[in-house]
């Protein structure tokens, strides 16, 4: 059973817009730092995004400053990622990481300091 659940993913066309949301389940309770991971057919997972829940630091890929943006709604208790003028070499299974650490940014890119995992979810950008 994921500890996270996502949603969101879909095809788009390149330049289109998609919003991907995590949400811890309810075993797996509060969360400190969330992350999107991803990978691509025959390539290994990269890191995408993370932010501390109390916003107070985040980090992103070079590949994806300027496109993609985070959020978090409190009373949902469930993350965000907006992902703006989606390229084809964003196409990628994505994955929610958490961990009930308050992760410091030279961290966060590091998938070992995530203890929850959600299922992932398909973007497909192509026109």
């Known amino acids: 059973q994921a500890q996270l659940v996502e949603s969101g993913g879909g095809l788009v066309q390149p330049g289109g817009s998609l919003r991907l949301s995590c949400a811890p389940s309810?075993?797996?309770?509060?969360?400190?730092?969330i992350s999107w991971f991803r990978q691509a057919p025959g390539k290994e997972r990269e890191f995408v995004t993370a932010f501390r829940w109390n916003r107070s630091s985040m980090r992103y890929a070079d590949s994806v400053k300027g496109r993609f943006t985070t959020s978090r709604d409190n009373a949902k208790n469930t993350a965000y990622l907006q992902m703006d003028s989606l390229k084809p070499e964003d196409t990628a299974v994505y994955y929610c990481?958490?961990?009930?650490?308050?992760?410091?940014?030279?961290?966060?890119?590091?998938?070992?300091?995530?203890?929850?995992w959600g299922q992932g979810t398909q973007v497909t950008v192509s026109s």
């Open positions: 309810g075993r797996t309770g509060s969360v400190y730092t």
């Open positions: 990481a958490a961990t009930k650490s308050s992760l410091i940014t030279s961290s966060m890119a590091n998938p070992r300091f995530y203890e929850y």
